[in-house]
């Protein structure tokens, strides 16, 4: 037990040493099995703009970052997976795109897509064939998200209902 505490508190010491100076977010990549208040103090110390769905008892989360804007996190059912590969975990993909809106609605007239606009006046849409991942558009926001998710209709489900998907805070 009280290693199990040095174990985390050494984890805890490390993720936040790496991301005390500057901007070096990078630098964690998805390395780290967070809790859901590691993963909050990270996105509020550095001011980051993150979308999930929210916390699911007993998972971890990791973070990782693309291109200028884009962050994703990746769902760890019991902590499990960090090192895994292929598309077996829930991902929600912040992306920042000008226009997101009307680029997300746009999409969803083409031909093979579904395209709509949810509850909450975001525009969404997916492609027929890949229904495990649902692309939407924060009205009034150049932000765009991806939600991933391997158990189909899980992710048009989260893109559905009010609220599901929002800022980490």
Known sequence: MI???IVLGYLAFIVNSHLSSGNDT??????????????????????????????????????????????????????????????????????????????????GTQTGNVGFTNVDGNS???VKSRPTNVYMGIKGKDIQLEIFDPAIDQALALALFHGQIQPIS
């Open 3 to 5: 290693i199990g505490v």
């Open 26 to 107: 990078k630098k964690i990549q998805g390395k780290y099995a967070m809790s859901e208040s590691e993963l909050r103090n990270i996105i509020k110390s550095k001011k980051l703009t993150v979308y999930w769905a929210g916390p699911t008892v007993g998972d971890k989360y990791s973070l990782n970052f693309g291109a200028a804007g884009q962050a994703y996190v990746r769902y760890l059912p019991g902590g499990q997976g960090l090192t895994a590969t292929g598309s077996t975990f829930r991902i929600i993909a912040t992306y920042k795109l000008k226009s997101a809106f009307s680029i997300t609605k746009t999409a």
């Open 124 to 126: 969404v849409f997916y």
